[in-house]
């Protein structure tokens, strides 16, 4: 599978390095996105960001995501509880230029955040560093409009208490970017 995914990356890249299609002329890009999920364990999770970015080549975009993410736990013998996150990453973005109207992104997140856990008995809170990337669509309906589709996977935390990795499940993500 790492074989396949490598050589139809090489292939993206190639093919966009002679790209029929080019994205706009425009310098700066402004988004949103949105992402829901519910578990089978009873958590129901939802996760909003806003980026800023700013075009630095032609296709690659450099910028800030703060991002909002609340957490509903409901577990069978333990009291309810929640979580909320907010993190500030960079990002990076290459666009793969292949058309007018769709091109592949990959999107790369670095960053920090802080999240509280809150349930009836108990209240904690941590700060973590987190790396996050992911591989979607951007369909243009105006060269200024964009939605995007976006599977992010692989998000990783290090607790910076307790030096522990945690690894989060994958997320689909919607949304809207715009471009200046």
């Known amino acids: 599978m790492?074989?396949?995914g490598f050589i139809l990356l090489c292939f993206l890249f190639a093919f966009s390095s002679f790209?029929?299609?080019?994205?706009?002329e425009r310098k700066w890009v402004v988004g949103s996105t949105l992402a829901i999920k519910k578990y089978d364990t009873g958590i129901l999770k939802y996760d909003v960001d806003i980026n800023i970015?700013?075009?630095?080549?032609?296709?690659?975009?450099?910028?800030?995501?703060?991002?909002?993410h609340f957490e509903n736990y409901r577990f069978n013998n333990l009291p309810d509880g929640s979580a909320r996150?907010?993190?500030m990453a960079v990002y990076f973005r290459y666009y793969f230029l292949?058309?007018?109207?769709?091109?592949?992104i990959i999107d790369l997140n670095i960053g920090y955040l802080h999240k509280d856990y809150k349930n009836e008995n108990h209240t904690s809170y941590?700060?973590?560093?987190?790396t996050n990337y992911g591989l979607g669509l951007n369909y243009f309906i105006r060269d200024w409009l964009a939605l995007e589709a976006?599977?992010?996977?692989?998000?990783?935390?290090l607790n910076t208490l307790s030096g522990a990795f945690e690894i989060e499940d994958r997320d689909l993500r919607v949304g809207i970017q715009f471009f200046f």
């Open 98 to 104: 292949m058309g007018k109207k769709i091109q592949p």
């Open 150 to 157: 976006m599977y992010t996977f692989n998000t990783k935390f």
């Open 2 to 4: 790492k074989k396949t």
């Open 85 to 87: 996150t907010l993190s």
């Open 19 to 24: 790209s029929f299609g080019q994205l706009s």
């Open 53 to 68: 970015g700013y075009r630095l080549f032609k296709s690659f975009i450099l910028g800030l995501r703060p991002e909002y």
């Open 126 to 130: 941590y700060f973590n560093y987190y």
